[in-house]
């Protein structure tokens, strides 16, 4: 297996000094402080989803029907940005317990995963590996690059592979998914390589069992039934092509948005070696309030995301409370407090400054 995509570039800074044991005492108040938090509120789940999703395609609608390109441009900024916290409930579904929230993953794939052509088998069954303590940050972790050691063109190619993503899945769904069920070989290349939101190009998908296969079977079949009516439509001319090209562009906003909130979602020093949880946490980012924007870039818990890793059974709508009992319950020696970050550009440029060979400030 070709290892060097986690070994190339400059030596990521203060990995040394976190090459340590765990911190009893952070994981003991994690789990004691937080234990009731851990059931779903429907409400919140419900309400959020179906406010956002109807938010950002009254927008798209507004968009699409704008006379003039500015009042597009805004209207199209506010579809993706609420299409985009609607899409990031695909996070909450791979930790949702079976039975908790009934029906809530049928409606998101209805309503967000099978028109955005990213129904949630994409994600279940991958995520759950970037959280196995013995696969973060490892070769193995569909979800973890070390980007900070990569070459300088790796970040602006890794965002740019975002913006094409709408067509790609469209190729994906529309053509991929019917000519894989002719040819056996073209079925697993489509499965181990195109059917995962992963980051990671080693990475290699196995082929659903079970109930998730069939559940798999027909989120597949209604993305390519729906990306090819949709081509179809554009192509007798049903569908407009300049509001088809607008769909595409507010869809690729959403991904490029996400693109960029992946790369400040951890530090990606990792060069391959298995972490303990207190490591994997130092390499993940907290952008807490007071700063008002993290809501927007990184909605639906996201914010605190290496919390979510020390807990990943919490809720997002739990985070929040969770973080402040933690700040309040660890002194300020706590390496808890050691995640916490101030916001978005300082971060991607504490990943640019490390994929130049540069030294970032500790606490940027």
Same mark, same amino acid.
């Given at each position: 297996?070709?290892?060097?995509?986690?070994?190339?570039?400059?030596?990521?800074?203060?990995?040394?000094?976190?090459?340590?044991?765990?911190?009893?005492?952070?994981?003991?108040?994690?789990?004691?402080?937080?234990?009731?938090?851990?059931?779903?509120?429907?409400?919140?789940?419900?309400?959020? !989803?179906?406010?956002?999703?109807? #938010?950002?395609?009254?927008? /798209? $609608? =507004?968009?699409? *029907?704008?006379? %003039? &390109?500015?009042?597009?441009?805004?209207?199209?900024?506010?579809?993706?940005?609420?299409?985009?916290?609607?899409?990031?409930?695909?996070?909450?579904?791979?930790?949702?317990?079976?039975?908790?929230?009934?029906?809530?993953?049928?409606?998101?794939?209805?309503?967000?995963?099978?028109?955005?052509?990213?129904?949630?088998?994409?994600?279940?069954?991958?995520?759950?590996?970037?959280?196995?303590?013995?696969?973060?940050?490892?070769?193995?972790?569909?979800?973890?690059?070390?980007?900070? !050691?990569?070459?300088?063109?790796? #970040?602006?190619?890794?965002? /740019? $592979? =975002?913006?094409? *993503?709408?067509? %790609? &899945?469209?190729?994906?769904?529309?053509?991929?998914?019917?000519?894989?069920?002719?040819?056996?070989?073209?079925?697993?290349?489509?499965?181990?390589?195109?059917?995962?939101?992963?980051?990671?190009?080693?990475?290699?998908?196995?082929?659903?069992?079970?109930?998730?296969?069939?559940?798999?079977?027909?989120?597949?079949?209604?993305?390519?039934?729906?990306?090819?009516?949709?081509?179809?439509?554009?192509?007798?001319?049903?569908?407009?092509?300049?509001?088809?090209?607008?769909?595409?562009?507010?869809?690729?906003?959403?991904?490029?948005?996400?693109?960029?909130?992946?790369?400040? *979602?951890?530090?990606?020093?990792?060069?391959?070696?298995?972490?303990?949880?207190?490591?994997?946490?130092?390499?993940?980012?907290?952008?807490?309030?007071?700063?008002?924007?993290?809501?927007?870039?990184?909605?639906?818990?996201?914010?605190?995301?290496?919390?979510?890793?020390?807990?990943?059974?919490?809720?997002?709508?739990?985070?929040?409370?969770?973080?402040?009992?933690?700040?309040?319950?660890?002194?300020?020696?706590?390496?808890?407090?050691?995640?916490?970050?101030?916001?978005?550009?300082?971060?991607?440029?504490?990943?640019?400054?490390?994929?130049?060979?540069?030294?970032?400030?500790?606490?940027?």
């Amino acid at each position: 297996m070709n290892t060097m995509l986690f070994t190339a570039g400059a030596e990521a800074p203060e990995r040394a000094a976190r090459r340590s044991g765990d911190d009893r005492a952070m994981l003991r108040a994690a789990a004691s402080l937080t234990r009731e938090l851990n059931a779903p509120n429907a409400a919140i789940y419900w309400t959020d !989803l179906v406010g956002s999703a109807a #938010l950002g395609y009254g927008a /798209l $609608a =507004a968009a699409i *029907a704008a006379p %003039a &390109l500015g009042w597009t441009l805004v209207a199209a900024v506010v579809a993706v940005l609420a299409l985009y916290r609607a899409g990031s409930f695909i996070h909450e579904l791979t930790h949702i317990k079976a039975g908790s929230l009934p029906g809530f993953r049928l409606a998101w794939n209805a309503i967000i995963g099978v028109p955005l052509l990213v129904p949630s088998f994409l994600y279940e069954g991958i995520h759950n590996l970037h959280h196995a303590k013995i696969r973060y940050g490892t070769v193995e972790d569909p979800e973890y690059l070390p980007l900070a !050691l990569m070459r300088p063109w790796t #970040l602006p190619l890794f965002t /740019l $592979a =975002a913006v094409l *993503a709408p067509a %790609a &899945l469209l190729f994906r769904f529309a053509v991929l998914t019917p000519l894989s069920l002719l040819s056996p070989k073209l079925r697993a290349l489509v499965v181990g390589r195109f059917s995962g939101l992963q980051i990671n190009p080693l990475f290699r998908r196995k082929p659903p069992e079970g109930e998730f296969a069939k559940a798999w079977a027909w989120m597949e079949g209604a993305a390519s039934l729906w990306a090819i009516t949709l081509l179809v439509l554009v192509a007798i001319g049903a569908v407009p092509l300049r509001a088809f090209l607008i769909f595409l562009g507010v869809a690729a906003g959403v991904m490029l948005l996400n693109q960029v909130r992946t790369l400040v *979602a951890h530090l990606w020093e990792n060069e391959g070696e298995p972490m303990t949880v207190t490591e994997q946490y130092l390499d993940t980012i907290n952008v807490p309030p007071p700063g008002i924007w993290g809501e927007l870039w990184a909605p639906v818990g996201l914010r605190y995301h290496a919390l979510h890793h020390l807990l990943p059974g919490i809720p997002y709508h739990a985070l929040p409370l969770a973080h402040r009992r933690l700040v309040a319950e660890l002194g300020e020696d706590s390496v808890y407090h050691n995640s916490n970050r101030r916001g978005l550009m300082p971060l991607i440029g504490r990943l640019a400054a490390a994929s130049w060979g540069r030294r970032p400030t500790p606490r940027s």
